[in-house]
Antibody, heavy 120, light 107 residues
Framework: QVQLVQSGAEVKKPGASVKVSCKASGYTFTSFDINWVRQAPGQGLEWMGWMNPNSGNTAYAQKFQGRVTMTRSTSITTAYMELSSLRSEDTAVYYC?????????????WGQGTRVTVSS | EIVLTQSPATLSVSPGERVTLSCRASQSVSSKLAWYQQKPGQAPRLLIY???TRATGIPARFSGSGSGTEFTLTISSLQSEDFAVYYCQQYNAWPLTFGGGAKVEIK
C-alpha cells in the first residue's frame, strides 16, 4: 500500500537547521507531488510548500521563502524538507503528504509526522 | 490568500446525533475543497475531496456538500470513533490553505 514514513524527532537550537526525510513506498515515486505541512502545538495545519519528485520543481509558501528547501532522491524514493534559521516558533510537527493525482491538490496519505523542537 | 473559516470551532455532541460542520471561503474555490479528520497524536486523514467524493474506505455516514464559498461536512450519526478535529482545505488557488479546524467532542 502507499506509505510515507518520516524520520524521527529532532531537537535543535535557535539558528540551526533541520532536515526531515519522507520515505515513499507502494507507488511510482516520480509520478506524484509531495507537499509539506506543519502543525504547531495545539494549532491548525499550515501548508509549507510542494515538490515534484520527477522534475525537482518546487513552490514554497511566501512565509517560508528563503528558509525552506525541498529536495528528493529518486534512487531511494525519499523526499526531504530542510528548514534553516530555526526559531522557537518553528516548534511543530512536520508532515509530508502525497498528492495522489495530477489534476488536484488534496493530500492522501500523510506521513506519521516528525516533531521538531527548537529550544536553547 | 484564500481564508477558510470553520464553524463552530467546537461542537459537543452525543453519539448517534447528526453533526454539521461549516467551512466558508473568503473567495470562490469552485469545487476544489477537501475535508480531513485528525485524532490526537495522529496525522490527518483524508475524508472527502472535490467537495463531495468520499476517499477510499470512508464510511457513508460522512458526506460533503456546497460550492463556491460555502461548504458543509455532515456526519449522519456520530460514532465514538468520530470524535476528532476536522479541517477543510482548498486547492483552487496558491497558496493552499486550511481552515482553523472544528473539534467534535463528547457531550
Amino acid at each position: 500500500q502507499v506509505q510515507l514514513v518520516q524520520s524521527g524527532a529532532e531537537v535543535k537550537k535557535p539558528g540551526a537547521s533541520v532536515k526531515v526525510s519522507c520515505k515513499a513506498s507502494g507507488y511510482t515515486f516520480t509520478s506524484f507531488d509531495i507537499n509539506w505541512v506543519r502543525q504547531a502545538p495545539g494549532q491548525g495545519l499550515e501548508w509549507m510548500g510542494w515538490m515534484n519528485p520527477n522534475s525537482g520543481n518546487t513552490a514554497y509558501a511566501q512565509k517560508f521563502q528563503g528558509r525552506v528547501t525541498m529536495t528528493r532522491s529518486t534512487s531511494i524514493t525519499t523526499a526531504y524538507m530542510e528548514l534553516s534559521s530555526l526559531r522557537s516558533e518553528d516548534t511543530a510537527v512536520y508532515y509530508c503528504a502525497l498528492v495522489p493525482t495530477t489534476v488536484a491538490n488534496w493530500f492522501d496519505p500523510w506521513g506519521q509526522g516528525t516533531r521538531v523542537t527548537v529550544s536553547s | 490568500e484564500i481564508v477558510l473559516t470553520q464553524s463552530p470551532a467546537t461542537l459537543s455532541v452525543s453519539p448517534g446525533e447528526r453533526v454539521t460542520l461549516s467551512c466558508r471561503a473568503s473567495q470562490s474555490v469552485s469545487s476544489k475543497l477537501a475535508w480531513y479528520q485528525q485524532k490526537p497524536g495522529q496525522a490527518p486523514r483524508l475524508l472527502i475531496y472535490d467537495v463531495s467524493t468520499r476517499a477510499t474506505g470512508i464510511p457513508a455516514r460522512f458526506s460533503g456538500s456546497g460550492s463556491g464559498t460555502e461548504f458543509t461536512l455532515t456526519i449522519s450519526s456520530l460514532q465514538s470513533e468520530d470524535f476528532a478535529v476536522y479541517y477543510c482545505q482548498q486547492y483552487n488557488a496558491w497558496p493552499l490553505t486550511f481552515g482553523g479546524g472544528a473539534k467534535v467532542e463528547i457531550k
